[in-house]
């Protein structure tokens, strides 16, 4: 058992550690990045009007990039670590509920996981979240079978850590809480550790409260609640996005039925029970979350219920490992773990499927020209962060206009339902004046750049360049002076 599990924790860390720089920041990315160029007094007053989070992962990841740097490799290795780590707490849970066979299966799943792995490289609270829930649940069951001080105390600190860490959080805690054992003989304690994490909940109320002024989720509400649900499943099976996604989905779709089939029918008495209470909790950290957005609460949308992903697998480990079907478990779960391995190689390798491509668009631009600044009309105007991080003295245009020798138009590609990418569409009249002439032309499947010189400076409004955007979205105008290089 140790050396299968240090091979999965191996296969996890391949999984995660190579690509991390391979892609762009993207907007939300940009801003935690921004966050940590800050001071830490700074960066901690700056969180509540720039994120709808708890400040625990931008503290950790502070005092990681003080060491590591604060390039896209960097701080996302920070994630890929706590991706990794998740591996073994796995393993445990597994190994609690049910067995080791099961431990092994849970530990499989985290360590091929695409949903997993896309959030173990990406710089935000999620993988330290995932973990720090992992954590907890480990010790919840711990705490249902020998509920000592001990046990509650570890279960009542992660809990705390992991709303700390993000809100969501409490999706999972709630029902645990409501499942620590309140006999007679253990109700105080019980009690005691419910109430700490009760505290802690409380301490980061007012925050909570600031944060929620802030605008920050309110694009969660622009899709419909049932496509978001039906993104759910999706999403835990095999990520995001990834070529052949229909077909892949369908696969690993039917390999999780035969997973549950199995344990409904080939699973021991002890296997169903530890399946049941996996079930319930999972079931019961969707619920809540539904429930409030049909209440016009709305945070409904797959990363924000990846505190649910664990139990869930625990779900279905319960049936790869099932006693009664030990080889057709074991050669289930090799063909989802080869899906999702498909998955994660072929993402790393398709720029199509990762992130906003701002990076790659920025390096598009060239230098600014030696005669003059140059406009930079960026759509969608969400760019505007990573592009300013990304293109050195890129600033706001200004509300009263200025001269320019150079227009350039980024657009970033659209996304289509399904959330492949699809190339932004040109503008009608992409000319901006017509002493303005084509420069330069890149257009690639994540992104377009079209450059456009002037033999001398020309006076610009903001709103006149914004007019001939990349595509539909609303668009954000920014300056860069001659002098940038």
């Not at 390039?71 to 991706?83: D, M, P, Q, Y």
């Not at 992991?162 to 959080?169: D, G, V």
């Not at 009690?191 to 980061?204: H, M, S």
Request: hydrophobic fraction near 55%; glycine fraction near 6%.
């Amino acid at each position: 058992m140790p050396l299968a599990l240090g091979g999965l924790v191996v296969l996890a860390a391949a999984l995660r550690f190579p690509a991390l720089g391979v892609q762009s920041y993207w907007f939300d990315e940009t801003v935690t990045a921004n966050l940590l160029d800050k001071s830490l007094g700074d960066m901690l007053r700056a969180i509540p009007d720039s994120e709808s989070t708890p400040p625990l992962y931008y503290v950790l990841t502070w005092f990681w990039a003080k060491v590591f740097g604060t390039s896209e490799a960097a701080v996302r290795s920070f994630s890929a670590l706590a991706g990794t780590l998740t591996v073994p707490v796995a393993f445990a849970a597994g190994r609690r509920l049910i067995h080791e066979r099961a431990g092994l299966a849970a530990a499989a799943l985290a360590a091929v996981s695409p949903f997993l792995v896309w959030y173990s490289q990406e710089a935000r609270a999620y993988a330290l979240l995932t973990l720090l829930t992992a954590a907890a649940l480990l010790f919840f069951l711990r705490a249902r079978e020998e509920p000592n001080a001990k046990h509650l105390a570890v279960w009542a600190l992660l809990s705390a850590l992991a709303l700390a860490t993000h809100y969501f959080a409490l999706f999972l805690v709630i029902p645990m809480a409501a499942l620590l054992p309140l006999s007679a003989e253990y109700r105080r304690r019980t009690a005691t550790a419910i109430g700490a994490v009760g505290l802690a909940g409380l301490a980061l109320l007012p925050l909570a409260l600031d944060q929620a002024s802030n605008e920050g989720a309110d694009f969660v509400g622009s899709s419909s609640l049932a496509s978001r649900a039906v993104q759910v499943p999706k999403q835990f099976l095999l990520g995001y996005d990834a070529p052949a996604e229909t077909l892949l989905t369908i696969l690993a779709g039917a390999v999780a039925l035969a997973a549950i089939a199995l344990v409904l029918t080939r699973a021991n008495d002890h296997e169903r029970r530890g399946a049941r209470l996996a079930a319930g909790i999972a079931a019961a950290a969707l619920a809540i979350p539904f429930v409030l957005a049909i209440g016009n609460v709305d945070y409904f949308l797959a990363r924000n219920l990846i505190v649910v992903w664990l139990p869930a697998a625990l779900v279905a480990s319960a049936g790869f490992a099932a006693s009664g079907a030990k080889r057709t478990g074991a050669g289930l779960l090799a063909v989802y773990a080869a899906l999702c391995i498909t998955q994660v190689i072929a993402v790393a390798a398709d720029e199509r499927y990762q992130r906003d491509d701002w990076r790659d668009a920025v390096e598009a631009l060239g230098a600014p020209p030696a005669n003059g600044a140059r406009g930079i009309v960026v759509t969608p105007a969400s760019g505007r962060v990573p592009v300013e991080r990304y293109l050195e003295g890129a600033t706001l245009f200004p509300a009263d206009g200025t001269p320019v020798t150079e227009v350039d138009l980024v657009g970033l590609a659209a996304r289509r339902p399904d959330q492949s990418p699809e190339p932004p569409r040109k503008t009608a009249q992409p000319v901006p004046e017509p002493s303005f002439r084509e420069v330069g032309r890149v257009e690639t499947p994540t992104y377009t750049v079209i450059r456009y010189r002037s033999e001398k400076p020309v006076g610009f409004f903001a709103a006149s360049l914004a007019f001939n955007r990349l595509g539909d979205a609303q668009a954000a105008v920014l300056l860069q002076p001659p002098n940038a290089r």
